[in-house]
């Protein structure tokens, strides 16, 4: 789960954020095309089939002052953080990574977000399932490494959003981290496999 962000109310200007960013508009239209991705589709059907279905409000566009790219917060659905989004694949990994965490919201009767290692195991799912450590990805970010990288990155992401958890100190995320490591690596629901 990446932290929580608020709205700017009211506003319709472009953000020049660090890589510029949209505008809200700009946003919600990158927000509709990303629901008819392929992998957008089949996150939303398995939400709906788990009981979990969400409505046309469950992804917004957002002002976010903090440096994060979106979150998912339970019972507000996702927000996309428009003034750090510049391409349409952006948004669509944003989109991804959330729908993740709110399908394993919507799946654990009793996932606490301030418990590290429950937060550490969505972000584990998230970061391996949606595509975020792609090695083309890691290329973009400057990490070069050919071996390993994947769950390298993911254990670099996992640490940046757990750590970012009021509740979670850095030693309690690393090892909330290490503890879950395993289950939650090999856990591909609603996937037969890692995509």
Known sequence: MAEESTPEPGSNRL??????????????????RSLRTPMVKFLMEHLEKSGCGIGDKF????????????????????????????IQDEVN??????????????????????????????EIRAGHLSGDCHYKRELLRGFVKLRGHEQEC??????KSVIANPYCSEAAARDAMESVWDVCYNDTQPFDRAP
């Open 93 to 122: 990994q944003v989109v991804i990574h959330e729908l993740i965490h709110a399908f394993d919201d919507c799946r654990a009767a009793n996932l606490d977000w301030a418990n590290c290692a429950h937060h550490a195991c969505s």
């Open 59 to 86: 992804i917004k566009a957002v002002h976010c002052d903090k440096q994060i790219s979106g979150g998912y917060v339970r019972g507000e659905g996702i927000m996309v953080c428009r003034n750090h989004m510049n």
């Open 154 to 159: 993911v254990r670099r992401r996992v640490m």
């Open 15 to 32: 953000y020049s954020a660090v890589n510029g960013g949209r505008t809200k508009e700009e946003c919600e239209d990158m927000i509709r």
